[in-house]
Structure formats: C-alpha cells, structure tokens
C-alpha cells in the first residue's frame, strides 16, 4: 500500500505565506502526477495544482502567481509554496499522487487544514 502524509497547514493572517508538504511511502515504483486539491466547507474539492514526473505544472486560475507546486522525485514528496494567502483559501488541502506500484492507482493524503484569517 501508500501512504501519504501532509503537514504545514496553520493559521495564516490575509496576505501571508504557507508551505504545505507531502511526502509518499510504501510500495511504489513510480509516481505519475503528483497534486494539491482542496475543499472548503460545503463546496466540492478542487484542484489547486498538479506537477508531472517530468515537471510540468498546471494550476487552477484563482492559484496563478500566488502558489508553486514543486516535487523531488527522489524523495517522493510534493510541495505547495502559497503566499498572498486570502481568506477564500480557507479549505482543507489535500495531496495525491498517480502511484505505479504493488498496488497502482491515485492515492489521497489525511488533508491539513489552511485557515486564513485575521
């Protein structure tokens, strides 16, 4: 199996900076994709960004300028540097990753909690 564990999530004040982490372990082989989504109460998850194996970076509009996915590849970890943070960032941000492995699929993280308030 793989498991996934996050940290780095707080409570930021409107306009600060948070660096979430993921880091991946068990039964892999390869992993593919490598993202952050995130869900806010009684809203559906989103994706905030995703990274390829190869680098390659997709971020949803809102996240463009404000946040930078970056992964290292040796070490199976993901992360998400956030910064002009603003209170509808408030949501639980979750990691994955697409795992070729013992068992292969997209595998999800607990979730860590951003707040952003002042």
């Known amino acids: 199996q793989v498991q996934l564990v996050e940290s780095g999530g707080g409570l930021v004040q409107p306009g600060g900076s948070l660096r979430l982490s993921c880091a991946a372990s068990?039964?892999?082989?390869?992993?593919?994709?490598m993202g952050w989504h995130r869900q806010a109460p009684g809203k559906e998850r989103e994706l905030v960004a995703r990274?390829?194996?190869?680098?390659?970076?997709t971020y949803a509009d809102s996240m463009k300028g404000r946040f930078t996915i970056s992964r290292d590849n040796n070490k199976n970890t993901v992360h998400l540097q956030m910064n002009s943070l603003k209170p509808e960032d408030t949501a639980v941000y979750y990691c994955?990753?697409?795992?070729?492995?013992?068992?292969?699929?997209?595998?999800w993280g607990q979730g860590t909690q951003v707040t952003v308030s002042s």
């Open positions: 994955s990753a697409d795992v070729v492995g013992g068992v292969s699929g997209v595998f």
């Open positions: 068990g039964s892999i082989f390869r992993i593919n994709d």
């Open positions: 990274v390829s194996s190869g680098g390659t970076t």
